[in-house]
């Protein structure tokens, strides 16, 4: 079992910059990927990036080259440098982990939100 706390959400104004962080405990010897999704208010869940424990990252194309993932693996941490905000960037933001490389994703945070208006 895996827990998963995100920190980091905030207000922030258009074009502003905001820092998210996760951090997992339970058991986290074996997690392979770790990333984020957000929902944003009526719309579907979306992933957001993830990142491998060897450093492999994906990204959505909507981040548009604006939002950095990184991990820290001793510390069982993943981040999210976002940049250039936009106000579709408003959402709940979750952090995701899995065991395996590639399937569903085994564990969820409880969500941080982000909002971006003027």
């Known amino acids: 079992q895996v827990q998963l706390v995100e920190s980091g959400g905030d207000l922030v104004q258009p074009g502003g910059s905001l820092r998210l962080s996760c951090v997992a405990s339970?058991?986290?010897?074996?997690?392979?990927?770790m990333g984020w999704y957000r929902q944003a208010p009526g719309r579907q869940r979306e992933e957001v990036a993830h990142?491998?424990?060897?450093?492999?990252?994906y990204y959505a194309d909507f981040v548009e080259g604006r939002f950095t993932i990184s991990r820290d693996n001793a510390k069982n941490k993943v981040y999210l440098q976002m940049n250039n905000l936009k106000h579709d960037d408003t959402a709940v933001y979750y952090c995701v982990a899995r065991v395996d490389v590639v399937g569903p994703w085994d564990s969820w945070g409880q969500g941080t939100q982000v909002t971006v208006s003027s």
């Open positions: 339970g058991s986290v010897f074996a997690l392979q990927v």
């Open positions: 990142m491998t424990s060897a450093g492999g990252a």
